[in-house]
């Protein structure tokens, strides 16, 4: 992965975040959405756990892992990362063991495929009472980040709710920089 990205350097990091749905979003079923996001020698690794009978979800059928896009339309885990440049990285990693990789070069603006050396590993456990999505990204970002972690999570009765980090004003958009606060610090 070629993109460096830079930010603040943060003191101290979070490692676990529980997200919220938008407020014009509200979920009939999911309880909790709670991330978690950790960067080491390897590569990052994040884990989602969504709190519901899984049975009330839509979780895309599995797949061979591979590269492909609109995965926002059903249940999906994201990820947003700040670049150096007014530019951001997003992820979309799907419980089907579908991914995708973007950068852009501004708010929604120069979107491009982001080449990976390694496709990301994506592992999936369902207890009946939640769904855990687990994705690593190899190699590990260079160097301190902001990022936004994000879901879409589909119910079985089409109900669609966005949660986030955070929301900025007007419907739900994850590229909005108001939903970067998870301090990211660069591998050990």
């Not at 059903?74 to 150096?84: D, G, R």
């Not at 980090?165 to 301090?183: I, K």
Request: glycine share 6%; aromatic share 10%.
């Amino acid at each position: 992965m070629s993109d460096a990205v830079a930010g603040p350097c943060p003191a101290a990091a979070k490692e676990e975040w529980a997200l919220v749905p938008h407020p014009d979003t509200p979920s009939g079923a999911v309880e909790y959405v709670h991330a978690s996001i950790r960067q080491s020698e390897y590569g990052l690794d994040l884990a989602y756990v969504i709190g519901c009978p899984t049975d009330r979800l839509v979780v895309p059928a599995a797949v061979m892992p591979a590269r492909a896009d609109g995965l926002w339309r059903s249940t999906c885990l994201e990820l947003f990362v700040k670049t150096c440049t007014s530019g951001y990285l997003e992820f979309n990693f799907s419980p089907s063991s579908a991914w995708a990789a973007y950068r852009f070069t501004d708010y929604r603006t120069g979107m491009a495929k982001m080449p990976l050396d390694v496709a990301p590993r994506i592992m999936v456990s369902d207890d009946g009472d939640a769904l855990i999505v687990i994705a690593r990204i190899a190699p590990p970002l260079s160097v301190a980040s902001m990022a936004g972690l994000s879901a879409v999570i589909e119910e079985a009765d089409g109900t669609k709710s966005y949660w986030a980090l955070a929301h900025g004003d007007g419907p739900p958009d994850f590229h909005n920089a108001e939903g970067f606060v998870a301090a990211l610090p660069a591998p050990a």
